[in-house]
């Protein structure tokens, strides 16, 4: 098998450590390495593999080189992508490590060109965002994994306050917000208060104009063993939608649910697995996209291709 491997020096581990991007040539064997800098370097790299043909791509980063490397081979294959193999590179790595990808990224790397990798089709969420200064008026078209507004886009704003510190950071924010909750401090209405929006869900608008949560996503586990999305991938057809309403004193204590892969539950919620939504703000407003926070006025998620996902024999 022809692989191309495609390393983003900007994520975290290569940060890290500056030898790792010269240890993952060595390791690269035959294989071709393409060391992209940014978007349009990627976009670049993608377009001549579509041109010139390969048989795999290897994706080293983090989940948003994983969601910007498929949005870019989308594009330039027109929809058909080749085989990805996600490589660990990044803080986490939520979205691999669902798909058992993990670990360090040289001896990874080496057991996934040693011998015919396992396939698996995974399915995508294909997200189109509009705002008045995107795109020159045009919906900015991308693949992705986990789509988060409210609490979601929040939480990775404090997060990325605090460093970006990875899953040991991001359990200890949760255990803040956690404890907040049941008093209404600062940080749990700062995180959980509802934010003003529309969603419209399978065509039909939902009564509340204000949701503390919606989030999206094709994966179960969305970190830290956070199984808010516990219907993830059932359905390569219908990603799986939770929304709430609930204030922070409501939403907070329902967190042992979502560790135990349990509905929610509560008035006005959604929670099933839906062909598309929109969500619509009253203003530019954040959202989140597997970890890389963005912003729009308005967001319609629907399921995205198939991929085949390449990963290291065990």
Request: glycine letters at 10%.
């Amino acid at each position: 098998m022809r692989f191309h491997i495609i390393l983003n020096p900007s994520a975290r581990m290569y940060q890290r450590d500056p030898t790792l991007l010269d240890r993952m040539r060595q390791a690269s064997g035959s294989a071709e390495v393409h060391v992209t800098h940014s978007l349009e370097e990627l976009d670049e790299v993608c377009d001549q593999l579509a041109k010139n043909g390969c048989d795999a791509i290897a994706l080293s980063g983090g989940d948003g080189t994983l969601s910007a490397g498929v949005s870019a081979l989308s594009r330039a294959f027109a929809g058909e992508l080749p085989p990805v193999a996600p490589v660990p590179g990044g803080t986490a790595g939520t979205i691999a490590r669902n798909w058992g990808i993990a670990g360090d990224p040289i001896s990874y790397l080496r057991r996934l060109l040693a011998q015919p990798p396992r396939r698996n089709v995974r399915p995508s969420l294909h997200l189109s965002a509009v705002g008045p200064e995107m795109n020159n008026g045009a919906a900015t078209e991308r693949l992705g994994f986990i789509f988060g507004t409210g609490l979601v886009s929040k939480f990775f704003e404090l997060y990325y306050e605090h460093g970006a510190k990875g899953y040991a950071g991001s359990a200890w924010l949760v255990a803040q917000i956690f404890v907040h909750s049941f008093y209404g401090g600062p940080l749990a209405r700062r995180i959980l208060e509802p934010m003003p929006c529309t969603l419209v869900v399978d065509g039909v608008e939902q009564e509340p104009d204000a949701w503390s949560l919606i989030c999206s996503a094709v994966i179960r586990n969305l970190g830290i063993h956070m199984m808010l999305t516990h219907c993830g991938g059932e359905d390569h057809a219908r990603p799986h939608l939770v929304a709430t309403p609930m204030t922070p004193r409501q939403l907070g204590p329902r967190a042992p649910l979502v560790l135990a892969g349990k509905p929610l539950g509560g008035p006005h919620n959604v929670d099933q697995l839906t062909r598309n939504f929109e969500v619509r703000f009253p203003e530019l407003s954040p959202y989140v996209l597997d970890g890389e926070l963005l912003e729009a006025d308005a967001v319609t998620v629907k399921a995205g291709p198939q991929i085949t996902i390449l990963s290291a024999q065990r």
